[in-house]
């Protein structure tokens, strides 16, 4: 990819870059240019590979084979520090300070003022205020860090970035746990960084942000660059396709294993919430379950989609919103609330937050179960081998037995596992987080025709997908959530992916944009 | 903010005002409490932990453990022991030496082969105390009194115990290193949060290597301390030192997860140690209860346990926005 020439000098150009992992390919032919004093919107799904391309920029990882170009020099970096002394600093994602040191010390380390060889602890306050102060902050630096807000320890870490003599700052979602004020300083604080000639990588999901902030911006997909241009050039729509890799114009027949939808299963309301809020990640989300339904939440990474699921099971607290379930109020405290209303959940994180990788196949399916397998603490080993053995042949888990090793299942049949898991809860109300992710086709396609059976049986499902075919062929309504509110619901059968990914991109769908 | 003004000089300072309490404590209750041979003698003896708490100190602060100070101490007792006839220098050449060597290994196993500090410093602790048996042949091994080497553990500079002496300079070198060196800073942001310091630039391993080698040299100085204090080299002394250090480190308001945490006032978790033992001591002495060694054992640990407990909430309500 050449980079057209612009008004202004390019100041990095990274070209064909390569990077596996274990032999698996993270970065195939990734490329990405930015101009000095420009700020540059790098976006894409999750797994696309922007961090890794960040990381690699940063000289955290080292790339396989490509070149990368940095004031028309070629520029190679083994570590964030000598890419921090060679003029690009990072901020991360989750803020990557150090809460328990003073404010000044996380400005300052690294780069630390001296007197006659000893740290000149006077200058160097002094330095961190002056930094602080050209964001209007007036703090006492010589605190912990961890004593202040989020939005604070970020402008500790841009003033720290920006101490650096940076000629490059790259912003790893910077505004993903900042509220709306605060944004709007961290954007005054972008355009101060722009006029003074510093070139800015904002990675973000939130679309309205790069339109206000970016003046270009590069679509990763699968570890390809797959589009570069101005941000005027490219609208919303196109934005959020170019993302998913969708051709807007192009929607072609089934590519999931869902098969016909049944709508004579579906039964009366289970399941609704209202007004739902917590934070920043939830801020108005209200939707409903009928038995026998799936509801799928479609969305971009950080819509809210996960953290809503989060608040259903208790795992999370909303600080606002009402939900019932079976027609009484419902305020899960914690998991076993939900779970003992009938819910189960599976999350998004199988290796974090699901399986026990060392433990049986039969241990892990009754983990749950335990209390209710168990007589006097003592667990009864025949009803577990009935409960493991009726579950391994109902949802055909491909192992040598109930008792191998789940570390040694594949990724499909792990999945099968957690969901036969809260299955033998026999739950009324499934909530199922990227059911698919990371299972080869085979058994995703097995995956998808279970959730079908299960709530062909009456069990209703919440399915959140990053995969908009997976939503569209498999949920009988889909809710749309868009920076943290759920902007749209639709019907099913007259959801087509345009429309769900022009509700994505502007919050609401083609049909009621035209009456607006 | 009064409040959490109020818990910060607790959290900072409390382990000076205990300490102030339990010296009045055995001012009031014991005749010869402050008397000067029983104040020099306590400096005399502590010096030795004083200097093995000090590496410790900056070991626990990047968020790591070294268990192996104790027998390490043990080898540079036996090393300088051996060397002690060729004069002070060589004794104390051979010590350190023997320390730094230890610590050099931990240091490797550690930022090298990424081994658990735990994991590392244990297994030096055994190779430490193998090594300081078969070095001494089994048997404790008398220093030379005619070079003068005794000097270091039993001299005096006036009336204060060289021993000591070593053990403030150490501190002095030791709090300028942490609060007006860059290494020093990052030592604790280390221990604050390694892959952010890395991230932020930080030379983590170069820093952490340092930290395991200083303590296993502070260890092997504390080697020679006891082998010319008490006249012989000591292969099986230093059981429990590890504790001891640990433990003075923790009462000195130093995080035991790394961190935060400070010279000075871990200087005063030792002074606090040797104090209660001295007190437990003066009260054996008494006659009016008698407290056998086992019995002191467990009011260290209970003692102990109490700091970190207090410790442990003092921190959670500092940090409470986290």
């Not at chain 1, 939440?297 to 809210?304: E, M, N, P, R, S």
């Not at chain 1, 809260?422 to 959730?451: C, F, H, S, Y």
């Amino acid at each position: 990819m050449t980079p057209p020439d612009g008004p202004s000098p390019m100041l990095l150009d990274m070209r064909d870059i390569q990077k596996r992992f274990a032999g698996i390919p993270a970065l195939v032919d990734a490329s990405l240019s930015v101009r000095s004093g420009e700020v540059h919107a790098l976006i894409g799904q999750n797994g696309a590979g922007k961090s890794t391309l960040i990381k690699v920029l940063t000289g955290y990882h080292r790339k396989d084979a490509g070149q990368v170009l940095f004031e028309g020099k070629p520029f190679e970096v083994h570590s964030p520090h000598q890419a921090q002394v060679n003029g690009i600093s990072t901020i991360y994602q989750e803020i990557n300070l150090v809460p328990l040191r003073s404010v000044t010390e996380n400005i300052c380390l690294g780069r630390e003022r001296r007197r006659h060889g000893l740290l000149d602890w006077n200058a160097m306050h002094t330095e961190a205020e002056r930094l602080l102060s050209r964001f209007s902050i007036r703090i006492d630096v010589r605190r912990p860090l961890g004593e202040f807000n989020t939005a604070t320890q970020q402008m500790v870490a841009i003033a720290r970035a920006i101490g650096f003599s940076a000629r490059l700052v790259v912003m790893d979602e910077p505004t993903s746990s900042l509220d709306e004020r605060e944004v709007g300083v961290l954007f005054s604080v972008i355009r101060q960084l722009k006029a003074e000639g510093i070139s800015v990588i904002f990675v973000s999901h939130k679309l309205d942000e790069l339109y206000e902030v970016c003046d270009r911006v590069t679509i990763m997909r699968d570890g390809r660059t797959v589009r570069s241009a101005g941000m005027k050039e490219i609208n919303k729509l196109e934005l959020v396709a170019a993302m998913l890799g969708r051709d807007v114009a192009a929607v072609e027949g089934h590519a999931t294993a869902f098969g016909e939808r049944d709508r004579s299963r579906i039964g009366d309301a289970m399941f609704s919430a209202r007004g739902l809020r917590a934070g920043q990640a939830v801020r108005n989300v209200s939707f409903d379950l009928r038995r026998g339904e799936i509801a799928g939440f479609a969305g971009l990474l950080g819509a809210g989609r996960t953290e809503t699921a989060r608040l259903v099971f208790g795992a999370d607290r909303a600080s606002a919103g009402e939900m019932t379930m079976e027609g009484a109020a419902y305020h899960p405290d914690r998991p076993a609330d939900a779970i003992a209303a009938g819910m189960g959940f599976c999350t998004e994180d199988r290796k974090g937050e699901g399986i026990v990788p060392e433990m049986t196949v039969a241990e892990n399916l009754t983990l749950a179960l335990l209390p209710k397998i168990s007589r006097n603490g003592v667990l009864d080993e025949s009803r577990q081998r009935e409960i493991v053995e009726r579950f391994i042949r109902e949802l055909g888990i491909k192992c040598s037995g109930p008792n191998q090793k789940v570390r040694e299942l594949s990724g499909g049949n792990q999945q099968k596992v957690l969901l036969a898991r809260w299955l033998a809860m026999n739950p009324k109300l499934l909530i199922l987080d990227e059911p698919t992710r990371g299972i080869d086709v085979g058994a995703k396609g097995e995956i998808q025709r279970l959730i079908r059976g299960l709530a062909d049986q009456g069990l209703g499902v919440l399915m959140i997908s990053s995969e908009l075919e997976e939503v569209i062929e498999g949920a009988d309504r889909i809710f749309v959530l868009r920076d943290g509110v759920s902007v749209t619901e639709l019907e099913a059968e007259a959801a087509n992916e345009e429309e769900v990914l022009t509700a994505m991109a502007h919050g609401t769908s083609a049909s009621s944009e035209a009456a607006t | 903010m009064n409040r959490a003004r109020l818990v910060r000089i607790i959290g900072t300072y409390g382990v000076l005002i205990a300490l102030a309490a339990l010296v009045l404590f055995g001012f009031l209750r014991y005749d010869r409490f402050l008397s000067f041979y029983n104040v020099m003698t306590l400096l005399r003896y502590n010096s030795m932990f004083a200097l093995v708490a000090l590496g410790m100190c900056f070991v626990i602060m990047t968020g790591g453990i070294d268990l192996s100070v104790g027998s390490v101490a043990a080898l540079g007792s036996v090393a300088s022991a051996l060397a002690s006839p060729y004069g002070i220098v060589p004794g104390l050449t051979a010590g350190i030496g023997a320390g730094l060597v230890a610590g050099l290994i931990n240091a490797i196993l550690v930022t090298r082969a990424n081994l658990m500090p735990f994991i590392a410093t244990l297994a030096t602790m055994q190779a430490a105390s193998g090594s300081a048996l078969l070095l001494a042949g089994n048997q404790t091994v008398s220093v030379s009194y005619e070079s003068g080497f005794t000097a270091i553990g039993q001299g005096n500079l006036w009336t204060f115990p060289i021993p000591a002496a070593i053990a403030v300079v150490a501190y002095l070198i030791g709090s300028l290193v942490l609060n007006y060196t860059g290494t020093g800073r990052a030592v604790l942001a280390i221990g604050g949060g390694e892959d952010a310091s890395r991230l932020m630039g930080l030379r983590t391993d170069r820093v952490k290597f340092l930290v395991y080698v200083a303590s296993g040299g502070l260890a092997g100085l504390a080697g020679v301390i006891l082998a010319s204090q008490f006249g012989a080299g000591q292969p099986i002394e230093g059981v429990g030192w590890e504790l001891f250090a640990i433990a003075a480190v923790v009462v000195g308001g130093t995080l035991l997860t790394g961190g935060s945490g400070s010279v000075v006032t871990t200087l005063a978790g030792v002074l606090l140690l040797g104090i209660l033992f001295n007190v437990l001591n003066f009260e054996n002495g008494m006659g009016w209860l008698s407290l056998s060694a086992y019995w002191q054992s467990v009011i260290r640990g209970l003692f102990l346990l109490a700091v970190v407990l207090l410790q442990a909430r003092l921190t959670r309500r500092r940090l409470g926005a986290l």
